[in-house]
């Protein structure tokens, strides 16, 4: 075993192109009020990246996830069907807006599973969001599938998929919009999240959920109903600062290499894992969809090992690594923030409720530790020690 603790992972890396780029931009523009600067830019570099006619950019995931609930229509009296094990920002702008947010408990990738949804479907069930959990892309034909049968809008939460496509199709690409969180995601902005879409009408509306006045009184159709919004917008403003945009059209510029180097990590441990009965890859079967590239998912297995996941991990960071077993990514329909029987109701009212149990999501969380992905050049050595550390306490640690 490699014993030298190497680097810890940081991302982005800051190298002398993003300084640059940033740099520029102090210089060029410290707010724009409408598309022709460079959140115009970043957008038109993102909606190419993403497969999309249109994207537009937020200051966080979570407000972009907010802007697509508003921009779908979305409000009290409407229900969606959300993952009950997810990052809890796919739900709670849905919550914040009084839909009320039914779970819906994990397939064996630990996404959405679509044989839960015919039990979950009301008469007030309007849409489904469903999220790529750890790259993995969900069972995007099923749900379209399900979701064109009953009439409901498909989102998708594509947060940690930016890389990922289901069935030689691009994940993002299967619903009416998406969002991608640009946190410290594959591409990553700092903060910031964008909704991408191929519909007019969504791109409009999602405009008037952050970007208002002049950007879009020039870009919305003076003919739409909503056109007198545009001064106003719906009330919320929540775009993208210049900076951000700037180091995302530098991550942008630099996808290929990330992906390269990263599905080459993914790789290697694959091969090195093959047979390990202690671990393996959780990582979707290539002819179903290719991952996002967003962390190393791994998929424990306890009849195999004489110590629980935890421990495993434990031993792991021990020995210098960054494995972990997601802590804030949880089931996260027991949360109270989901559970305001009307929008009207202080937050201080809300009741406790019985938890719910998803055996699904359970069973996925109990046996999956990740670590970092990396990507850099320099990582070379990180990523030698992540693998050897790993093949040696797995060896270990098997009954
Ligand atoms: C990161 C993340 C979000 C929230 O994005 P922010 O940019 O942090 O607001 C939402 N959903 C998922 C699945 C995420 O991983």
Redesign the pocket.
């Known amino acids: 075993m490699n014993a030298s603790a190497p680097a810890s992972y940081t991302w982005p890396r800051v190298d002398d192109r993003l300084r640059q780029a940033v740099g520029r931009q102090l210089d060029r523009s410290l707010s724009d009020r409408d598309g022709r600067g460079v959140i115009g830019e970043f957008e038109k570099e993102f909606a190419s990246f993403a497969g999309t006619r249109y994207a537009v950019a937020y200051s966080?995931?979570?407000?972009?996830?907010h802007a697509m609930c508003a921009a779908a229509g979305l409000g009290e009296g409407d229900e969606i069907i959300a993952p009950a094990y997810?990052?809890f920002?796919?739900a709670t702008p849905f919550a914040y807006e009084g839909v009320k947010v039914v779970f819906a408990d994990a397939d064996g990738w630990g996404n959405l599973d679509p044989a839960a949804l015919p039990g979950l479907l009301t008469a007030r069930t309007r849409a489904v969001i469903v999220?790529h959990?750890w790259g993995n892309p969900a069972d995007l034909t099923a749900l379209a599938e399900f979701c064109r049968a009953n009439d409901l809008l498909l989102l998708e939460?594509c947060?940690?998929a930016h890389f990922a496509d289901w069935a030689g199709q691009r994940v993002g690409t299967f619903g009416a919009m998406a969002?991608f969180?640009?946190?410290q995601?594959a591409i990553t902005t700092g903060?910031?999240?964008v909704l991408v879409t191929d519909h007019d009408q969504f791109r409009e509306l999602a405009l008037l959920h952050g970007h208002y006045n002049k950007r879009a009184f020039q870009e919305i159709n003076p003919q739409a109903p909503h056109y007198r919004y545009a001064l106003t917008g719906m009330g919320l403003k929540s775009r993208m600062t210049t900076l951000s945009a700037a180091i995302g059209l530098d991550q942008l510029g630099k996808a290929d290499d990330i992906e390269e180097r990263r599905r080459a990590i993914l790789d290697r441990f694959a091969d090195v894992l093959d047979g390990n009965p202690v671990v393996s890859l959780a990582t979707v079967d290539p002819e179903r969809g290719s991952n996002g590239l967003?962390v190393l998912g791994l998929r424990f297995h306890p009849e195999a090992a004489t110590v629980t996941a935890q421990q495993l991990t434990d031993r792991l960071i021990q020995h210098g690594c960054e494995f972990d077993m997601p802590g804030s990514?949880g089931v996260i329909a027991n949360e109270p923030l989901f559970h305001r029987p009307e929008r009207a109701m202080p937050w201080t009212m809300v009741p406790d409720v019985e938890p719910a149990v998803f055996p699904g999501a359970q069973r996925f969380i109990d046996t999956f530790v990740k670590a970092p992905l990396f990507g850099y050049a320099g990582d070379e050595q990180a990523v030698a020690h992540h693998l050897d550390t790993l093949v040696a306490v797995s060896k270990d640690v098997a009954r």
Do not use: I
């Open positions: 966080s995931g979570t407000s972009a996830l997810t990052f920002a796919t999220t959990m939460d947060s940690h969002v969180s640009t946190n995601k903060e910031g999240g967003y990514t």
